[in-house]
C-alpha cells in the first residue's frame, strides 16, 4: 500500500503540464505553447516527457516492468479516437470521497500515463448527514433511498458540492476534470408511488464523455438522471455505474470503497478472484453471502453478462488503484466472469472451422506468409497431439507429443483479452500439469517474449527464433533432445549445435556477433503472486514462527502428527487437548514441554478471540467436530486484528461440504489450499484410491465401476480408550491382531464412505463434472500395524497397453516428492512408515479393456498426519514438505 500511494503522490507532485497525450495525440493544450518559439516547444516536450519517464519507473517498483508495460499498452490501446471512453469506468463510493487527496492522486496518477476513466461518484453518507441535520429521517424499501422533493433538492446540492470537490482536487493537482452533472443519463420512475422521485435508467448519451475526454480531461459524473419530461430523478450509484459500462464496454470496471475490496463472512479473508462462471451458484448458496454482499455479486453478473469476456470488475480502495491496474497480483478483488479450460487430442475435438480461423488470425508465420494454415493443419498431423485453450479460443496451444519422446509446444497462440485475464497462464498450467518437460520456440521479436523466459528453466536464440523448455536441466541432455528433435524433422537445424554461454538476462552487448541469444539453466522469475484461474500464485515460503492447537490428540494420528510437529522448523505445539489425558505431560514431542489439557468449546473461541494460535487440527472421531469449528469461527468474528486461524479437520465431517477446501495437494492443486482457512483432510483409503484412479480417468467407462480393493493395517480401525492396571489412561486398537488370527477381515462391504468420497472428488477431474462417476469399494483389515495396499481393477473405454498406463502415470505425477512409481507390485516395506505414496504393478487385460495397477500409503502418514502437515504448511505459507522427512 504504502508503495502504491508513494507512486501515486509523487507522480503528481510534479504539478500540472500543460501538455498532455490523448489516445496518442497531442491535444489543444499544447497549441498555446505552440505559438511561442521552437526552443519553448521542445523544452515542454522534453518536460512531459520526463514527467512520465519518471512515473514508469517509480510504477515499476509496484510490479515487475514486463507486467507494468504489457497492462499500460493493452489500457493504451483502448483509448482510441473514435472511442475514447473505453478505458475503465470507476465507480466512487460515497465514504471515498471524504478521503479526497488519496482519490485525487490515484485518479491523477491515471491520467499522467494518459489513460483516462469515466469517474462516477455517490454521496450516500454526506446526504445523509445532511438530511439528518434537517430533521428528515432516511427512508429505505428493499435498500433504495426513497426519495421526496425534499430529499431530491438536497441531493442536487450535494451531488454538485462533492463533484466540484472532487474537480478541484484533480485541477489542483495540474489533472484537467470535467463536471458532468447532467444530460448523460436517461430514465423512467422506478415505481413512483413506492420510491417516489428514483429513475430506472434507460438510455446512456455517451457524447459527453467522449468530448470530454478528446478535449483532455477527466469526466466526472454525478449518478443523477433526467425523465424524458426533464423530471431529476436519484439513481443508485451502483446500478448507474453498471448502466454507464453496458453503453462503454470498457475493460475495466472499478468500484472504490473503503475496505479495499470483498470479504469472505466466516474467515474474514479478502476474496482475491472471483470467476462466476465456476463460482456464482455456490457463493450465492453460502450463509454468509447476504444482503448486501448478495446484491452486489448479483448486479455484478448481470453487468459482466452483458459485457464481453475481456471486462472485468474490481472492488479495491483508492490507494490501491495502481497495483491492481498494473500488476498480475492485483490488491482488490477481481470479478470476471472465468473461463473454462478444454483439452482435446484431435481437431474434431475442437472444431476444423474454428482452429483454422485461429491460426488465420494469429499464427505468426501464416501472418508473415512464411506457412500457409493447410501447411499447419498437415504438420499437426505427423504426430500425436494435444490441442489446449479456453472455451472463447482466446488462447489455444498445440503441444505434439510422439511416444516416448520429449514433447514440444508447437503453438501457443493468444488474443490481447487471454494475455490480459491471465488465461494464457492457466493454459500453460494445465499444459505443465501434463508433462514434466516441455520444448517450445517463440520469435526473438514476440512482445511477449518476456513471458517466456519467466516460465522456462533455459533458453537460447538463434537465427531470430528462441528456444524455451522446462524440466531439463542438463545441458548435455538438452543437447541430446534437440539433435533428436532435428532428426526427426520436429525442430529447425538452426539450434543446432547447442552450447553454453552467457544467460539471457544479460543485455544485447554481451551476445555473440551472430545474435546468438546465449543459454541459462534457470531464467528468471518473477516474484509476487499472479492471479490464475481461481487464486493467486506461490508467493515465497515465510520461515515465520507460528503456534498450533491439537484437539484430540489421543488417536493413533494424533501421535503421529505430534512426532512430525517434532520436526517442524517453525510451527510450534502449543496446546493439546484430550479429555481423557488432562494434566500429564506430551509424550512424543521433543521441541518443548507440552501438558494435556481440557479445551471446552468456550476456551477454543476465546483462544481465537485472542489470538493465541495460527492453526488448529481436529483430531475428533467423526461427528465431534462441529462445536469447536463453530467456536473457531465465532471466534474468528470477533476479532479486533490478525488473520483468522487456519483449520484442518482430520475426520470425515467436512469432506463433503462445499465451503471447505479438500486438501489433496497431488490432485486437486495447492493454490486452493493456499488460500484456504478450512481444510478437510482426506481419508486414507480415499486419498489412496484417488491416486490410483485419476491418472485412468481419460479412459474411464461410464458403463462399468472402477473397483478398488484395499488392505489396511489394524491401526487404521481406530482406537479404544481404557485404562492399565495402575489407572493410568492407556489408547487400544478396536481390532486387535490376535482377534484376525493371521488373517484379513472385509468390513463395510458397500457403501463405505470413503468410496463416496472419493467419486465426489474424482468427478472434479472429469471432462463432465456434472455426470459425477462412482467408485466400487471393498476395504479389509490385516494383522499388521500400519499400511495400506490397494488394488484397482478399472474396465477402459478404450484398449491401452501396459506401457501407455505406465506413461499416464509418470505424466500425472512426475516431479511430486512424495509419489514413487514403480514397475513391480509395491508390497507393505514400500508403504509403512513411509510418508508418501507408492504404485506398481501396472497391468492390463489381454484384451486391452482393464487396467490393474497397485498402490499403497501408511494410513497414520500421507493417509492422515502427513497428509495434515502439507494442508497445514501450504496454508501457513510455509515449503510444503517442511517437518517432513522425504522418504
Known sequence: ???????????????????????????????????????????????????????????????????????????????????????????????????????????????RV???????????????????????????????????????????????????????????????????????????????DKYGLVGKITRVDKRPLEAAIRAGALPILTSLAESAEGQILNVNADIAAGELAKELEPLKIVFLNEKGGLFHGVTGEKLDVINLDEEYDNLMKQPWVKYGTKLKLREFKELLDHLPRSSSVAVISAAMLQKELFTDSGAGTLIRRGYKLFRHDSIEGLGADRLRQVIHDRDPDVLSGEASVTGVLNELKKTPYTLYGDEPLDVVAIVSHPPNETPVM??????????LNNVVDNVFNAIKKDYRRLFWTANADDENRAWHFQRADGSFTRSGKSLFWYGVQDVAEVERIVKEFEQKGRLDRAYLPVGPSAPPHRGAATAAPNGTRSYSTMARRVSGSSRGYATAATPPPTTEPKRLALIGARGYTGQ???????????????????????????????????????????????MEKDGEVDAWVMALPNGACKPFVDAVDKGSSQRKEGTPSVVVDLSADYRFEDGWTYGLPELYGREAIRVSKRISNPGCYATNSQLLIAPLLKYVNRAALPTVFGISGYSGAGTIATNDPDGRPVTLPKVTPESLAGGIRAYSLTDHIHEREAGRHLSRLLADPSNPMKVAFVPNVAPWFSGILSVLSMPLSEKVSAKEVVQLYEERYGGERLITIKREVPTLPDVENKHGWTVGGFQVHSEGDRAVVVGGLDNLLKGAATQCLQNLNLALGYEELAGIPIN
Not at 494518459?114 to 438530511?131: D, K, M, R, S
Open 114 to 192: 494518459g489513460l483516462y476513466p469515466v469517474v462516477l461518484h455517490g454521496a450516500g453518507p454526506q446526504l445523509n448527514e445532511i438530511i439528518e441535520r434537517e430533521g428528515i429521517v432516511p427512508d429505505y424499501i428493499d435498500g433504495i433511498r426513497v426519495t421526496d422533493a425534499k430529499t431530491l433538492q438536497i441531493a442536487r446540492r450535494v451531488f454538485l458540492e462533492e463533484n466540484l470537490k472532487l474537480v478541484g482536487a484533480l485541477e489542483k493537482l495540474g489533472t484537467r476534470a470535467r463536471p458532468i452533472t447532467s444530460g448523460v443519463f436517461t430514465a423512467d420512475y422506478l415505481e413512483k
Open 1 to 111: 500500500m504504502l508503495a502504491a500511494t508513494r507512486v501515486a503522490n509523487i507522480a503528481t507532485r510534479a504539478g500540472a503540464r500543460r501538455a498532455v497525450v490523448v489516445a496518442g495525440q497531442r491535444q489543444a493544450a499544447l497549441s498555446v505553447v505552440r505559438k511561442s518559439n521552437h526552443g519553448q516547444i521542445r523544452s515542454m516536450q522534453n518536460l512531459a516527457q520526463t514527467d512520465r519517464d519518471t512515473i514508469m519507473r517509480l510504477l515499476y517498483s509496484i510490479g515487475t516492468k514486463q507486467e507494468v508495460e504489457r497492462y499500460l499498452r493493452i489500457f493504451s490501446s483502448s483509448n482510441h479516437p473514435s472511442h475514447p471512453a473505453k478505458f475503465a469506468v470507476i465507480k466512487v463510493g460515497g465514504a471515498v470521497l471524504d478521503d479526497l487527496d488519496e482519490l485525487a492522486h490515484s485518479l491523477s496518477f491515471l491520467y
Open 560 to 606: 503421529a502428527l505430534t512426532g512430525l510437529l517434532s520436526n517442524h522448523p517453525y510451527l510450534d505445539l502449543t496446546h493439546v487437548s484430550s479429555r481423557q489425558l488432562a494434566g500429564r505431560p506430551l509424550e512424543g514431542y521433543s521441541r518443548t514441554p507440552v501438558t494435556y489439557s481440557n479445551l471446552s468449546v468456550e476456551d477454543v473461541e476465546r
Open 410 to 419: 508447437t503453438k501457443l497462440l493468444a488474443t490481447r483479452s487471454g494475455i
